[in-house]
């Protein structure tokens, strides 16, 4: 399988990239900074998603290179937590910028590529709980997600010509550098909203992940799961 995968450098997404490359797939990853896997099926881009320039040399490579696209994961994006009021306009912006237009520009010239491509193909936008709920300091952060959310709906109807699915996965909190800054008291009021009442790590992960873009989920598109029993 031939995999694009953003956000690559650290955290889930170089985990997810490392499971891939373990399974045997060709993965091309990407991030603002340099790469941190080293592995002969890997190719890494040093790029910023709002670049659609760069997006395109990205895709055009995969195109020579492969010839094909079987799936994107869409996991680059930016966090913040911050009372309303006191986010700057700058900080909205570039929450925008890197969790829905970057995400917009690299799902545009994927598809481009997927439709020439034999079979069935697998969009998986990576979202948040937090969109579900009504968390104090994350309006903005929620807010960016829950566009992505929509737009995976929206694009169900538009892909399916393609024969392209498209679904998005929401985590929890997450096991990671940046969960870990949190105050302890936030941390446990928001594990225990969910039916499983711990942090979410990778095993959680990539299981809903390598399904949804595998042929065990060929009749499932537009829809939005959510980890950790989340209503």
């Known amino acids: 399988m031939i995999i694009l995968l953003t956000g690559t450098r650290k955290g889930v997404g170089k985990d997810v990239a490392l499971y891939f490359l373990q399974r045997g797939d ?3 990853g990407c991030s603002r900074g340099e790469s941190s ?6 190719t890494h881009f040093c790029l910023d998603l709002n670049d ?3 997006v ?3 895709v055009k490579h995969i195109r020579l ?3 094909r696209l079987d799936a994107l994961i869409n996991n680059a994006g930016e966090a913040n937590m911050a009372p309303f009021l006191l986010t700057p306009e700058e900080t909205v912006q570039g929450l925008f910028a890197s969790n829905v237009f970057g995400l917009i520009n690299v799902t545009r010239e994927a598809v481009k590529l997927m439709q020439k491509t034999e079979g069935t193909k697998a969009i998986v936008n990576l979202s948040t709980v937090a969109t579900r709920w009504a968390i104090p300091g994350q309006s903005i952060y929620a807010a960016s997600k829950a566009a992505v959310e929509q737009l995976t709906r929206t694009l ?3 892909l399916m010509a393609f024969n392209v699915r498209i679904n998005t996965l ?3 909190l997450y096991r990671s550098s940046m969960t870990r800054t949190l105050p302890q008291e936030i941390r446990q009021k928001m594990i225990e909203r969910q039916a499983i009442a711990r942090l979410c790590v990778f095993t959680d992960v ?6 949804l873009i595998g042929e065990q989920s060929a009749f499932i598109t537009g829809e939005t799961l959510s980890l950790g029993g989340v209503q």
């Open 206 to 211: 990539i299981g809903p992940l390598e399904f």
């Open 156 to 158: 169900s109807k538009e």
């Open 56 to 58: 395109r040399q990205m």
């Open 52 to 54: 659609a320039r760069a």
């Open 37 to 42: 896997i080293e592995h002969e099926c890997y």
């Open 170 to 172: 929401a985590l929890p």
């Open 26 to 28: 060709q993965v091309v």
């Open 65 to 67: 290179a492969h010839g």
